[in-house]
Nanobody, 120 residues
């Protein structure tokens, strides 16, 4: 069993910043990749940013230059620093991890989601 616990969502004004954090725990052998997805009302879930291994990062075009993803492999954590937030960034943000469990099964695990609201 592997769990992801997220924190850091909330209400922020346009132009403001928020930092999301996610910690993985449980029967983990290794984590190949961690990332953040988001789902706005009436829209499909989309990739925001991901990090594979320790250094390979990928960002949605809409957040490039504003968001930064970082990972601490030793602690099984991933953070998303979000700057210059816009109302269109409003969504539920989900942490995601591609995990090899102790039984060597490959799992894709999701967090429970944290709401980010950008509004004046």
């Amino acid at each position: 069993q592997v769990q992801l616990v997220e924190s850091g969502g909330g209400l922020v004004q346009p132009g403001g910043s928020l930092r999301l954090s996610c910690a993985a725990s449980g029967s983990i052998f290794s984590i190949n990749a961690m990332g953040w997805y988001r789902q706005a009302p009436g829209k499909e879930r989309e990739l925001v940013a991901s990090v594979t291994g320790s250094t390979y990062t990928n960002y949605a075009d809409s957040v490039k230059g504003r968001f930064t993803i970082s990972r601490d492999s030793a602690k099984n954590t991933v953070n998303l620093q979000m700057n210059c937030l816009k109302p269109e960034d409003t969504a539920v943000y989900y942490c995601n991890a591609k995990v090899r469990a102790l039984n060597y099964r490959n799992l894709e695990v999701w967090g429970q989601g944290t709401l980010v609201t950008v509004s004046s």
